[in-house]
């Protein structure tokens, strides 16, 4: 048996398969259910004992070698398929389309990152709104043409509540509201958020849009502390040098009340039609809080003053990218999006 099975280890030795289809007859015929290996087991039950202690090596050995003669041609025979089967493990990776920003959320995320850096925090609230946090405590008279069905978008009218209609928020003032009445000043915070008009959708006008608007309210706080942080906000979102100017304006939540306009980020002063030809473009309103507003939210306006201010992210988006209509900021069609900074979430 021994002889036998030295043959056999000969045999195997010897053995060079050409391709993977003879490397499978050669295991079927030595290593298989009825192969010889299993053959050569079944014999050395027969054996003697003093023969076991020889043979068991022996044949360990042979079912050794059959097994690291297929594992070594395998191996062989596996990279050569993959060879040729035309992948290239070692090329880089097929690239992954990560998509891009939104233009609105690029600038809100630039306003958001700019206040933060002078101490505002962001604040957040309800789409849906009562009278009370939309248009009472911010001072509008009952006959104030915004509570008209013409510009805001009623849910419901007549609730019986002493908060009074129900409506989509217009401006997201309501949360300043709110954030007055639930705290303490000092208040130092900007509000994010998305805000609904009932108005014809166009090219210079949609009935939602996005707006960050902005309340610092404290002892002491004066116009200049505003003219000073707006000034900061532009030199930050549009560049050093650019020049600010206020206009006097008018709001039912601030007194003094004033528009702001920053030099023409198209002609830079120049005069174009961005412009109209005036050099200027408007981009924000603001104003000290009016005294009745702070009353209405419990804030001692004997002891605290305070300013806010208002912008449409929209308008900024479109002067500072150039986009010139506002239809496309909704449309979300890829080759537009796509001209925007990609990059990870
Ligand atoms: C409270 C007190 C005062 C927020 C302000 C503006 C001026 C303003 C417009 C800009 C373009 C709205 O999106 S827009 O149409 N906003 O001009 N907003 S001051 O004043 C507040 C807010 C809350 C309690």
Not at 181 to 203: H, L, T, W
Not at 221 to 227: N, T, Y
Not at 242 to 267: G, K, N, W
Not at 292 to 310: E, M, Q, R
Request: aromatic letters at 12%; glycine letters at 8%; one cysteine or more.
């Amino acid at each position: 048996m021994q002889s036998k099975i030295e043959g056999y280890i000969s045999e195997i030795n010897a053995f060079t398969p050409a391709n993977a289809e003879e490397l499978e007859q050669f295991r079927i015929k030595f290593l298989g259910r009825k192969g010889i290996v299993g053959e050569m087991f079944e014999e050395f039950k027969q054996v003697t004992p003093e023969e076991k202690r020889v043979l068991g090596k022996v044949l360990n050995v042979f079912k050794q070698t059959a097994e690291a003669k297929v594992n070594e041609f395998k191996e062989q025979f596996e990279n050569h398929q993959q060879q040729h089967s035309g992948i290239d493990l070692t090329l880089p990776g097929e690239p992954i389309n990560i998509g891009s920003r939104h233009p609105l959320s690029l600038v809100r995320k630039e306003i958001v990152e700019i206040f933060s850096r002078i101490g505002f925090n962001v604040a957040e609230g309800p789409e849906i709104e009562d009278d009370w946090h939309n248009f009472s405590a911010l001072n509008f008279p009952q006959d104030h043409p915004a509570r008209d069905m013409q510009d805001t978008f009623f849910i419901q009218k007549d609730t019986g509540s002493d908060k009074g209609d129900i409506a989509l928020r217009t401006h997201t003032s309501s949360v300043q509201v709110r954030m007055m009445e639930a705290g303490k000043p000092p208040f130092r915070a900007i509000m994010p958020g998305r805000v609904f008009r009932n108005e014809a959708i166009s090219a210079r006008a949609h009935c939602i849009f996005h707006q960050v608007e902005g309340l610092y309210i404290d002892e002491n706080v004066s116009f200049a502390d505003l003219k000073q942080t707006l000034y900061y906000f532009v030199q930050e979102l549009l560049g050093k040098g650019t020049e600010v100017r206020f206009r006097p304006s008018f709001f039912p939540f601030t007194e003094p009340s004033a528009e702001m306009d920053v030099t023409c980020l198209i002609c830079g002063g120049e005069g174009c039609n961005v412009c109209k030809y005036t050099g200027w473009v408007e981009i924000l309103g603001c104003g000290m809080v009016d005294p009745n507003v702070l009353d209405n939210c419990n804030i001692d306006s004997k002891k605290y003053t305070g300013f806010a201010f208002g912008m449409g992210i929209e308008r900024i988006t479109m002067l500072k990218y150039q986009v010139k209509d506002l239809r496309l900021f909704f449309e979300n069609d890829v080759r537009f999006l796509k001209q925007f900074q990609s990059e990870i979430i």
